[in-house]
């Protein structure tokens, strides 16, 4: 599924390198983060989550990083292969709230 | 594969109709997100029920409405259509309520003639 399309921040990267996509949330109150894909003509698939209380977590192949000083979210894919290729959103749920607050994403580009 | 399923995947229809989606939740998670997401405005977060009751709402129109039945599928109406409603409709469906991993369904295109 498209989303943000004209608009939306791009990141190429050689197969085999890792990734680095960037987020940043506005929200101090916000505790609960987190980082979804999305490919063509799919619902969002969740990545990977981080409370607040923490500030680095990680996954088979992703890691997540919060820092809070600066309200900025990192999602970073190690060995990125061409499967990767996708539009990334980070979403942050504010305290005490119900729903995601989603970002506008990222298309990940990876060139064999 | 989520577990959450929609239904219909693609919905054409005139502008001043009404249309209904669907969407069952996985096996025993009690909440349901609906979002929409267009081209100029990302994932947008529009109404949640839980348990049958609605809990949050987000940036919905009055025009739509939503509803959880005993059985734990929703249904979002959207009524008097207008162009600017095409756009991919998501469910996502949450174990309980509050933090936690939403895992979302394939989604319902909608396109309004």
Known sequence: ?112 | DSGVTQTPKHLITATGQRVTLRCSPRSGDLSVYWYQQSLDQGLQFLIQYYNGEERAKGNILERFSAQQFPDLHSELNLSSLELGDSALYFCASQAGTGGGIQYFGAGTRLSVL
């Open chain 1, 1 to 112: 599924g498209e989303s943000v399309g004209l608009h939306l921040p791009t990141l190429s990267v050689q197969e085999g390198d890792n990734s680095i996509i960037n987020c940043a949330y506005s929200n101090s109150a916000s505790d609960y983060f987190i980082w979804y894909k999305q490919e063509s003509g799919k619902g969002p698939q969740f990545i990977i989550d981080i409370r607040s209380n923490m500030d680095k977590r990680q996954g088979q192949r992703v890691t997540v990083l919060l820092n809070k000083t600066v309200k900025h979210l990192s999602l970073q894919i190690a060995a990125t292969q061409p499967g990767d290729s996708a539009v990334y959103f980070c979403a942050e749920r504010a305290a005490g709230a119900n729903n995601l607050f989603f970002g506008t994403g990222t298309r990940l580009t990876v060139i064999p």
